[in-house]
């Protein structure tokens, strides 16, 4: 019983010893709450532990069930923009202090310590390198040195970092370099063929992490020929690339080529870029949503094409005096507004005769206010105080059909046409709308 009792202390005290933490601290002080610790996986993130943040310090004993990887501590909302990314080995005590103005430093985890001392160097060399070549380097001592350097350290942070986390990345991260001098345009060509060498698209930390999601977007959108003049000829580039990728991925979990291409899809948005954003949806993302049970995300990226800028507006219909109108019908304006709004919303009894005033020195814009009400009595008595606004009712409020058709969560919600009754503004407020219509 005796020699029982001492195994078995001795197990406890190894799992303890195996348990590592995660602290730090954040300034300033009272910008800080509280925190939110995620494992990153393939398919996303996965709540572990919260905490408070006082007096800028938090402290998290991770459990025991927590594995090795790649962790999100969120510390703000929007979530995906307010986050520290961190190694988390099992072992390791991780401590580190965040700054608002100058960001992360590790202060405890050797592993995170690599990682970041890794990345910094490199990027800085490879920064160096594409200097040379913009300002038209040729073959010599220079350029050699440049390439070196890389390969320096490279080799280091590879060698002497075989058995942790970090080198995972370190070695995906290895890149293609010439052993003799190439234009740039060979040397880009040569670094698109050999992009993903070295990339282990099946390791589930690397796909939990931002690291392979962003390998794979600068692929897309980066790796592209010399010479391209239009838009046409970009869309048609990228999405060669994407398709290039869609290969590539055919292996990975499900859940994780749905977070790629969500991605990429976003980034074309910002890009401005509708061509390549159908793509994306129509041949990969939609397929592999619904495959995912997320009909969510497949509703909310057909709302977002129906209404990005430069898509022609949804037809709306109403009836006024016995007859029937249409948006389409509408003319001889150089731009219009569309107005959802309610007679019995106080937001919109306030914005909405404000901004009627306004448009009063506006004589090209015609405005289309669609109330979304549950009955007709009181929308009637207001709407006749805005005579020169164009009316219709569209009953059942919040489940009128024009809330999906337009993504309306709020009333007023706004929207600016051109002439031919594409989007081209969508304002948040009245004093925006006027903002757009003067400028």
Partial sequence: ????????????????????????????????????????????????????????????????????????????????????????????????NFNIQEGLTITNSEENKWFHEYFTKIDAAQEKLMEFYENDGSAGKQYTSLIQELKDIQKHYEEDHVNSIAHQFIKSNRSYLPKDYQTLEEFLNHKKQHHFDNVDLNNPILQGSNFLTDKISNYVFS??????????????????????????????????????????????????????????????????????????????????????????????????????????????????????????????????????KELKNFKNVKVLAIGLEDEKQNWEKVSATLPNFTHGISLKKWNSEYVPIFNIHKTPTYFILDSEKRFIAKPDSDKEVVEFLEN
């Fill in 223 to 356: 790796a592209l020929p010399t010479g391209i003049k239009t838009k046409e000829q970009l869309a048609l580039e990228v999405n060669k690339n994407i398709k290039t990728v869609s290969e590539k991925l055919k292996t990975t979990p499900a859940g994780f080529q749905m977070r790629t291409f969500y991605q990429l899809w976003k980034i074309a948005g910002v890009n401005t870029m509708p061509s390549v954003e159908d793509y994306i949806f129509d041949n990969h993302l939609k397929k592999l949503a619904l495959a995912n049970g997320n009909q969510k995300l497949v509703n909310d990226i057909e709302s977002a094409a129906r209404l990005r800028i430069g898509a022609k507006s949804p037809e709306i219909v109403w009836e006024s005096n016995g007859k029937k109108h249409s948006l389409s019908s509408m003319e001889n304006a150089d731009c219009y507004l569309i107005i959802f709004w309610s007679s019995t919303c106080s937001h919109c009894l306030k914005e909405v005769p404000a901004l009627h």
């Fill in 1 to 96: 019983m005796k020699s029982f009792l001492i195994v078995y202390i001795f197990l406890i005290t190894i799992v303890l010893q195996a348990q590592g933490s995660i602290s730090g601290n954040f300034a300033p002080p009272k910008d800080f709450k509280w925190l939110i610790a995620y494992e990153l996986t393939p398919g996303g993130e996965r709540y572990v532990a919260d905490t408070t943040i006082k007096d800028g310090s938090f402290a998290i004993q991770m459990p025991v069930t927590a594995q090795a990887g790649m962790y999100r501590l969120v510390y703000a909302v929007p979530q995906d923009e307010f986050y520290i990314d961190i190694i988390y080995d099992k072992k390791e005590h991780v401590k580190f």
